[in-house]
């Protein structure tokens, strides 16, 4: 595999993470807004917090583990 395309399989992933995490974010908040208990209110935010926290350090670790020397 050359370099240019292992670079852009990378590029690949890290955005294909980021998107799973805003689906994630999208599916918390519907969740959240069509909830009419608080059990599942609080796991609409639960699932909402932990897209958001997937979505500021996955693709930075992957970055970050992927740097070429």
Do not use: C
């Not at 608080?38 to 958001?52: D, N, S």
């Amino acid at each position: 595999m050359s370099e240019d395309t292992q670079a852009r399989n990378r590029w690949f992933a890290i955005v294909a993470t980021r998107l799973a995490a805003t689906a994630g974010a999208v599916l918390g908040l519907l969740l959240l807004a069509r909830a009419t208990d608080w059990p599942t209110k609080v796991l609409g935010v639960a699932i909402v917090l932990a897209a958001l926290y997937m979505m500021a350090v996955v693709p930075r670790a992957l970055a970050h583990r992927w740097r070429s020397r």
